[in-house]
């Protein structure tokens, strides 16, 4: 039974085979790396550095903030308090002044689980 | 039974079962994120976005009917936690199982843990199959009986009833970990397990949930500097003082216990040495392992990183002592990957019984099946198509380019969302289980 195009190494040709097939597969890696240059420029110049994980860490990291909450009233002390009746009542941005009612509930699942059924 | 024999290729695998739902509209909370089988195997659990766990039974086989191979039912499901909302650090916390792992067992009862990002629960599941009847001061309804009614006293006994299964968390394990739990571990030493974030490792103490000890913390002083983050940790299987943990950044660590109370120091550091002229963009990010599995036999321990399998002897730091492309054609689509966040899936893998066989999973519904005694390799697909009874699973195969050979698959017509990312193996027998999106398979030896 023949595999499909992948390589399985034995421990003696391990180094060999190591080097050779990085060397044609660089070709196409450093092909994909010029690809997303194009599509964004921008791109850190540290690859799979901070930005990644920083955003790693900081999973789960929602918007309302109490010193937002605070400083967004500030701000809007002279003018009139958007209220939130717009159309997106649950998007939380920008100077729209978030409150906890605006916070989408997370609600346990009571639902038995699928697999069970 | 066999399992002691190769499991690779001179098995043939075939469907046992599937449980879940067949509709695509796949509910958030029914993503399975976790698949164990316990220690004796007769129990297999699984734990899902939505914070339940499901726990299935090995029916004991029918003797008079050897091809009927024994099947796999519910045995308990329960909720192991809950959404929270940390409001101090304005933190969402999801109630997904990242994890679970269970205890040896000890006495009638069956002991796991759970965790999600922040929390580890002990359960305690027991079978109840006696109840008590004839009280004197109850009636059976649970109803109080007038005192003064009662002439006649009785002594309550024990009858059968159907069984009940009962599940109940006997201890949370709260508080320990700033960041998001990846890996859990029970210690052979059958007291203590060690549970892991992105930056530090605690070990806890099952009976106490109150405080836990930091053996290992990775968090700079200056966050600015962050360069790896851990992504998984386990106890070695034998030795109580030892455990590994992996990073982002492609190393293992093993650390001993014994050297010091606080292991920042490892005692090995397991790294195989890039070529720099190969070095891109994504290197780093597919050298991340994503995890770490000890063989049952103590001496090798295996990595998952994204397109391969990586084997270690623990006794060779320097490079693994054998490598296996899981899919070597997705490198000329690291591009796409990258857009579409495939390239940060965290795929786990596992050994058979006899460390002969590693199994990992992959996309499209695909699943890798690799031989290391036979250095022979095998791709299998979990579909409802492949579902009549004791069905023979046909290997499947990816094109790279080229000529498409007839049953082959293209690159560009793999599902990049159907992924397996949890697998689990028997610990005796050629019995598999594996998780698509939202359904288990189980997969079984055939027997002729």
């Known amino acids: 039974m023949s595999s499909d195009n992948q390589d399985t190494e034995t421990h003696s040709e391990q180094m ?25 420029p921008s791109l850190g110049q540290k690859p799979g550095g901070s930005d990644f994980l920083m955003k790693r860490l900081q999973k789960g990291q929602k918007y309302f903030d109490s010193g937002d909450y605070n400083m967004a009233k500030a701000k809007m002390k002279n003018k009139q308090l958007p209220a939130a009746t717009g159309p997106d009542k649950n998007i939380v941005t ?24 | 039974m066999a399992g002691a024999g190769g499991g690779g290729n001179d098995v043939q695998w075939c469907f046992s079962q599937v449980k879940g739902a067949i509709d695509d509209d796949v509910a958030e909370a029914d993503i399975i994120s976790t698949v164990e089988f316990n220690h004796s195997g007769e129990l297999l659990a699984t734990g899902d976005k939505g914070g339940r766990v499901v726990i299935f039974q090995q029916e004991t086989e029918n003797k008079s009917q050897p091809q009927c191979r024994s099947e796999y039912n519910v045995y308990s499901t329960f909720q192991s936690h809950e959404p929270e909302f940390d409001y101090l650090k304005s933190l969402e ?34 079978e109840r199959d006696k109840r008590p009847e004839g009280y004197n001061l109850k009636e059976e309804d649970g109803r109080y009986r007038d005192a003064a009614t009662i002439t006649t006293l009785r002594v309550p006994v024990f009858r059968p009833m159907d069984l009940m299964v009962e599940a109940s968390p006997r201890r949370v394990f709260a508080n320990g970990h700033t960041y998001h739990i990846n890996s859990i571990s029970v210690n052979s030493d059958n007291e203590t397990y060690l549970s892991a ?16 000890f930091n053996i290992v913390d990775i968090k700079p002083a200056n966050m600015e500097e962050l360069t790896e983050v851990i992504t998984a940790a386990e106890f070695h299987p034998h030795q109580c003082n030892t455990f590994v943990y992996s990073s982002s950044k492609g190393t293992i660590r093993l650390c001993d216990m014994r050297a010091s109370a606080l292991c920042d120091k490892h005692s090995k550091l397991f790294e195989e040495p890039e070529d720099p002229s190969n070095r891109s963009f994504f290197s780093e990010i597919i050298s991340s392992i994503s995890d770490v599995k000890f063989s049952h036999n103590g001496r090798y321990m295996m990595t998952r990183d994204y397109l391969s399998v990586k084997i270690w002897d623990l006794n060779m730091e320097n490079r693994p002592v054998e490598t296996y492309q ?26 058979n019984g006899n460390d002969s066989v590693v199994m990992t ?13 036979q250095q022979r390799d095998v791709t299998l697909e979990a579909s409802r198509e492949s579902c009549k009874p004791r069905q023979v699973l046909k290997p499947r ?46 997969f079984q030896e055939k027997v002729n």
């Open chain 1, 16 to 40: 060999d085979e190591t080097q050779e097939s990085q060397d044609t597969n660089s070709n196409p890696v450093r092909t994909e790396e010029a690809k997303l240059k194009a599509k964004y």
């Open chain 1, 94 to 117: 920008g100077d729209h002044i978030p409150t906890p009612q605006d916070l989408p509930q997370r609600k346990s699942s009571l639902v038995t689980s699928k697999l069970a059924g």
């Open chain 2, 93 to 126: 916390i999801e109630e997904k199982i990242n994890k679970i792992r269970w205890l040896p067992q000890k006495n009638a009862a069956q002991f796991l843990l759970s965790t999600n990002d922040k929390t580890i629960k002990l359960w305690k599941i027991s």
């Open chain 2, 197 to 212: 974030d992105d930056l530090r490792i605690n070990m806890w103490h099952l009976e106490i949930t109150d405080r836990s």
């Open chain 2, 326 to 351: 899981v899919h070597e054609y997705l490198r000329s689509k690291l591009c796409s990957l990258y857009e579409n966040d495939c390239i940060f899936d965290k795929f786990e893998c596992c050994w």
């Open chain 2, 361 to 373: 999973g992959s996309y499209n519904n695909f699943f890798r099946m690799l031989d290391r005694s």
């Open chain 2, 397 to 442: 195969r990816v094109c790279a380019g080229g000529k498409r050979k007839k049953d082959e698959i293209s690159v560009d017509s793999l599902d990049f969302n159907k992924k397996i990312l949890h697998t689990a193996w028997h610990p005796q027998e050629n019995i598999i289980a594996v998780a698509t999106t939202n359904n288990l398979y189980i």
